[in-house]
């Protein structure tokens, strides 16, 4: 009988209880529509993050130094020697960051070649310093050991450069020497310099211990060439003609 009256009261409650839940819109379709609408704020925010990263990784990585690459540079000289033997002299230098390497022929001393390494230095602004301490072995007619000191000094439109080494001759100390090559040049164009050079050799023979001239020189790109003129007015000149390449 219990059971029973629980079944009728359960009954009678069915129709006011399903009535009530009717009176309601269904809760399935709201959640799904929350749920969509939900999934689609989330998608536009990531989407808007993207490109800021995206940026942020170009940015990050324009920054980056790049690796410092080889610089390569030939120069041939041709020596015109007045009553005497005429000769050219190649010369190539390698530069990797601070390392310099560079190997000459006929340059110290006809028929001997020489083989260096030395470390780049550079200082200043305005007035820039570029030296480079190098030391270097010969063989050929004269073989030997050398430190040298290769510098410019930029000001402007004005440069100051000079190459410099003293030979220790291993076979008689009477072949010990001191070579240089400097020159004070004005460039007042790009292209185009002048200037005042002196040097001091034994690769041949002249009345002079220490040689000035007067240069002159013209560039294009990457190709250089200049002329030199030794002595002028003093002994019969001695013109040397260098054509340069940068690679």
């Given amino acids: 009988m219990i059971v029973e009256s629980l079944s009728e009261k359960t009954d009678a409650a069915g129709p006011e209880r399903s009535a009530y839940r009717a009176s309601f819109p269904p809760l399935l379709p709201k959640m799904k529509f929350i749920r969509h609408l939900g999934f689609l704020i989330v998608t536009v925010l990531c989407s808007s993050q993207l ?8 940015t990050q990585a324009s920054i980056v130094t790049p690796a410092h690459s080889w610089e390569f540079n030939l120069i041939v000289s041709g020596f015109l020697v ?48 570029d030296a480079t301490p190098m030391v270097g072995g010969l063989i050929g007619d004269v073989n030997g050991i050398a430190p040298g000191l290769e510098f410019t000094v930029t000001y402007k439109k004005v440069e100051l450069y000079s190459q410099n080494e003293y030979v220790f001759d291993t076979a008689t100390k009477s072949g010990n020497f001191f070579y240089t090559w400097t020159q004070l040049t004005y460039s ?35 190709v250089n060439f200049t002329t030199n003129v030794f002595n002028v007015g003093q002994a019969v000149p001695t013109v040397v003609l260098a054509l340069g390449y940068s690679f």
């Fill in 188 to 222: 007042p164009l790009e292209w185009f310099k002048i200037g005042y050079v002196m040097q001091r050799t034994r690769a041949y023979q002249t009345p002079l211990d220490i040689q000035r001239g007067l240069l002159v020189g013209f560039s294009h790109k990457k």
């Fill in 82 to 129: 007045p009553e005497g033997q005429s000769y050219a002299s190649p010369t190539f230098m390698a530069d990797h960051d601070t390392l310099h390497l560079e190997a000459r022929y006929n340059d110290e001393a006809l028929r001997t070649g020489s083989l260096w390494v030395g470390y780049n230095l550079s200082v200043g602004k305005k007035v820039v310093l």
């Fill in 51 to 58: 490109p800021a990263q995206t940026e942020a990784g170009k």
